[in-house]
Nanobody, 126 residues
Framework: QVQLVESGGGLVQAGGSLRLSCAAS????????MGWFRQAPGKEREFVSS????????NYADSVKGRFTISRDNAKNTVYLQMNSLKPEDTAVYYC???????????????????WGKGTLVVISS
C-alpha cells in the first residue's frame, strides 16, 4: 500500500520557519516528480511547489517564491518543504502529492495527482 505521510506542521509566529517532510512508503518515487499543495479554510487546494525526479527542476507559486524551498532525498524516499518568513496567509493544511511518469511542469494542477498524503496543519499567528 502506497502512503505519503506529511509531518512538521505546527503553530508559529509570523516571520518564523517550519520544515515539512513527506515520507513515502510502499513504492519508490525516485523517478517521479513530487509536489506540495495547500488548502486554507474555505478555499480551494492550491499549488505551492514541485520538484523533478532528480531535484534539478523546482517550481514555486508566486506567493511563496523566495521564501520556500523544496528539496528531496531519493535515498530516503522523502521530499521536504523549508518555509521561511512565514505569513498569516500561509495558514493552511499542507499536502504532499506525487504523479507518476509525467513532467514536473504538470504538477501545478492538483487534479490528476496519483497519490496524496493526508496533510499537516500549519498555523501562522500574527
Amino acid at each position: 500500500q502506497v502512503q505519503l505521510v506529511e509531518s512538521g506542521g505546527g503553530l508559529v509566529q509570523a516571520g518564523g520557519s517550519l520544515r515539512l517532510s513527506c515520507a513515502a512508503s510502499g513504492r519508490t518515487f525516485s523517478s517521479d516528480p513530487m509536489g506540495w499543495f495547500r488548502q486554507a479554510p474555505g478555499k480551494e487546494r492550491e499549488f505551492v511547489s514541485s520538484i523533478s525526479w532528480n531535484g534539478g527542476i523546482t517550481n514555486y507559486a508566486d506567493s511563496v517564491k523566495g521564501r520556500f524551498t523544496i528539496s528531496r532525498d531519493n535515498a530516503k524516499n522523502t521530499v521536504y518543504l523549508q518555509m521561511n518568513s512565514l505569513k498569516p496567509e500561509d495558514t493552511a493544511v499542507y499536502y504532499c502529492a506525487a504523479r507518476l511518469r509525467v513532467s514536473v511542469a504538470t504538477m501545478t494542477d492538483p487534479n490528476g495527482m496519483d497519490f496524496w498524503g493526508k496533510g499537516t496543519l500549519v498555523v501562522i499567528s500574527s
